[in-house]
Structure formats: structure tokens, C-alpha cells
């Protein structure tokens, strides 16, 4: 990855010492970007940072509904690099299963806290610090299950729904300096989503039209288009990436 031209670009990806937010940070770096990640545990970061590149890459760990950590994260970026052209809202949780009916409000709180009102912080932040004046992108990594009903899980949904409405305001508002998009993915395999489909892999992907699971690199893609040239033209869209599975939702 070292010998990748610099591009001069710089991105702020939260939730990325593995997984989703990882594999973003990882196209990112392999196209010459640099990027400061963001995460709980500091041993994951500094190990994704020992892979990404420390000449490529810092890391700020911390809790992404906490502000001080919001605004360490962009001070961070603007010492190491000295500028945050994008910004990748991935960090999320989905604390709970079951019915809504039985849902503990603490947990619901709990679940928008981290997957709406972070990413409306960092947003804030990254703006303030750098896009207002110098433009810019962010892409939200929201989900299919903010796009129908999600069983079981429609805490986390209901809050997915919100961020992709919170993404056409800020497109809204932003421009036309900043871009704002999403990214809706299907199951991707990660730890995130290991009960979706561990131990049932075979039979998960089954459902699929394109015959397989999603993996981080699908997603890194995405994010890596939305924040390129190529989607100049694009604000206030939700990029559905699910290997088809919405195609069967007028199968009988």
C-alpha cells in the first residue's frame, strides 16, 4: 500500500478497527487516501493502523455517541493531516432481539444515541472544521433494514430509517459544498452480524440472487465511489448494497 501515490485526500471513518468500517478505511488507503479511524477498543485500532499503514493512517479510540470523543476525532484528523475531506459514519449498535412491543426505551435510546445522533455530531464536527469552507463528502452506512420492516431487530431499523432521512438533511443543507450519501447493505460478514448467519452461512446466502453473503470490500467500494470524482453529481441517496435480496420482495 505504501508505494500507492498520495491522492492528498484525507477521511474520518468511524467504527473501523474491523469489519465494515475497516474495509472502507482499506479501499480508501489502497487508492491513496489517508484516514484517521475510529473505535472502542485501542488495541483493534492500533492494530488496523499497523495494516492500513502508520504513514497512512492514525486512529482515536473512544465512544462514538461521546462529543469530546467527536471532536478529539476531527482534531485528531486536522494535526495528523491537516484537512477532512470525508467523512464515513459507520459506528453502530445493535444491543437487542426481539419484539418492539417488549423493548426496554433505555436500549432504544441507547440504539439511536450511537447510530443517529453520533453520526449527526461527527457530521457537525468534521463540517465546522473543514467542509464548510473546503467541501467535502460524508457517506452514513445505514442498512435495508431502515428501507422495510426488520423483525427482531426493529430498533436498530427504525434507527437506520432516521439516518437515511438524516442524510437527505444534511445533502439538503450541505450543499453544494458537501455531498451526503448512504450505503444500505444487506447482511455483510462480520462480527457485527455473526448471529445472522453463523453456524448457517449455506442456507443464509441461499436467499441471495448474486448466491453469496456481502463482505466488507463490497461496502468499501461503495463508500469509495461515493467519495470519488465519479459521484460528483450525487447527494441525498441511500445506495442499496444487498446482493439482490430486494429483488424477492415481490416473489410470491
Not at 476525532?73 to 418492539?100: C, H, K, Q, S, W
Not at 453469496?212 to 461515493?226: E, K
Request: hydrophobic residues 45%; glycine residues 12%; charged residues 20%.
Amino acid at each position: 500500500m505504501t508505494a500507492v501515490e498520495l491522492t492528498g485526500k484525507v477521511a474520518l471513518i468511524t467504527g473501523a478497527s474491523r469489519g465494515i468500517g475497516y474495509g472502507v478505511a482499506e479501499a480508501l488507503v489502497a487508492r491513496g487516501d489517508r484516514v484517521c479511524i475510529t473505535g472502542r477498543g485501542e488495541d483493534a485500532l492500533k492494530e488496523a493502523v499497523e495494516k492500513l499503514g502508520p504513514d497512512r493512517a492514525v486512529y482515536v479510540a473512544g465512544k462514538a455517541h461521546d462529543e469530546a470523543h467527536q471532536a478529539l476525532a476531527v482534531e485528531r484528523a486536522m494535526e495528523a493531516f491537516g484537512r477532512v475531506d470525508y467523512l464515513v459514519n459507520n459506528a453502530g449498535t445493535n444491543p437487542v432481539f426481539g419484539p418492539i412491543a417488549d423493548l426496554d426505551l433505555n436500549v432504544a435510546r441507547k440504539v439511536f444515541e450511537t447510530n443517529v445522533v453520533s453520526a449527526l455530531g461527527f457530521a457537525q464536527k468534521t463540517w465546522h472544521a473543514w467542509q464548510k469552507d473546503n467541501g467535502g463528502a460524508i457517506v452514513n452506512i445505514a442498512s435495508v433494514a431502515g428501507l422495510a420492516p426488520s423483525p427482531f431487530i426493529a430498533a436498530y431499523g427504525v434507527s437506520k430509517a432516521a439516518l437515511i432521512n438524516l442524510t437527505q438533511q444534511l445533502a439538503h443543507e450541505f450543499a453544494p459544498r458537501v455531498r451526503v450519501n448512504a450505503i444500505a447493505p444487506a447482511v455483510v460478514k462480520t462480527k457485527f452480524a455473526q448471529a445472522l448467519y453463523e453456524g448457517r452461512e449455506a442456507e443464509a446466502a441461499a436467499g441471495y440472487p448474486l448466491g453469496r453473503l456481502g463482505v466488507p470490500s463490497d461496502i468499501g467500494g461503495a463508500a469509495a465511489f461515493l467519495t470519488s470524482e465519479q459521484s460528483d453529481w450525487v447527494t441525498g441517496q441511500t445506495l442499496v448494497v444487498d446482493g439482490g435480496i430486494f429483488l424477492n420482495a415481490g416473489v410470491a
